[in-house]
């Protein structure tokens, strides 16, 4: 069983449109984030949820909205996608919020044209 | 603003040669983590490393902290084509109630060549 999945792998859509990636973990953890992995590879922490309560969200444009419908999923929507949010998205759970070890998704690869 | 240094960013390096991956940061962290990458793949943990002093081997790959300078090494031996990858260090942000999420370094890809 996949600890941390996303759905969907890729995503291709047009500047303009509105847009959701999901994502679920199986392990039973409390926290859970969301990280940007540009063009460049550099990967930065987006937001962070702790049993469905926002922890972080770090400067990102509020056409960003995370949603947590409970402990096990933190779904991403996008309003209004810019060629600038083409990047690869990972979700990832740790247990706690004190605990190290995080558990990163498969990704989801969104390509703005 | 938590920031985490590595170099280089880029290695290009022959079979069988040895080399360093340094990553510094500017918080006082007791904790770092190294992670994989390979291409259009997630990461990967390799090593987390909780206290000052600590080294962890796994394979070829050795990693080190020094949480007074700052500073973790992570250490190819005799490299070998498969270390082909692109490998990161982050560190723990921390707010009032506790560690939420992580700051990564740029990476450093590294290729290994035959």
């Known amino acids: 069983d996949t600890a941390v999945s996303q759905t969907p792998k890729y995503l291709v859509t047009q500047m303009g449109n509105d847009k959701s990636i999901k994502c679920e973990q199986n392990l039973g953890h409390d926290t859970m984030y969301w990280y940007k992995q540009d063009s460049k590879k550099f990967l930065k922490i987006m937001f962070s949820?702790?049993?469905?309560?926002?922890?972080i969200n770090e400067t990102v444009p509020n056409r960003f909205s995370p949603k947590s419908p409970d402990k096990a999923h933190l779904n991403l929507h996008i309003n209004s996608l810019e060629l600038g949010d083409s990047a690869v998205y990972f979700c990832?759970?740790?247990?706690?919020?004190?605990?190290?070890?995080?558990?990163f998704g498969p990704g989801t690869r969104l390509t703005v044209t | 603003e938590l920031k985490v240094e590595q170099n280089p960013l880029f290695l290009s390096m022959q079979e069988g040669k040895n080399y360093t991956i340094y990553c510094n940061y500017s918080?006082?962290?007791?904790?770092l983590y190294w992670y994989r990458q390979d291409p259009g793949k997630s990461l990967e943990s390799l090593f987390v490393?909780?206290?000052?002093?600590a080294v962890k081997q796994e394979g070829r790959l050795m990693a080190s902290l020094d949480t007074k300078a700052r500073l973790s090494t992570l250490h190819i031996t005799a490299a070998v084509h498969d270390l082909s990858a692109t490998y990161f260090c982050a560190v723990d942000r921390y707010s009032g109630g506790g560690a939420d999420g992580l700051t990564f370094g740029k990476g450093t890809h590294l290729i290994i060549q035959p």
């Open positions: 490393l909780l206290s000052n002093g």
């Open positions: 949820y702790n049993n469905k309560e926002l922890i």
């Open positions: 918080t006082t962290s007791d904790r």
């Open positions: 990832a759970s740790s247990p706690d919020r004190n605990t190290y070890e995080q558990y």
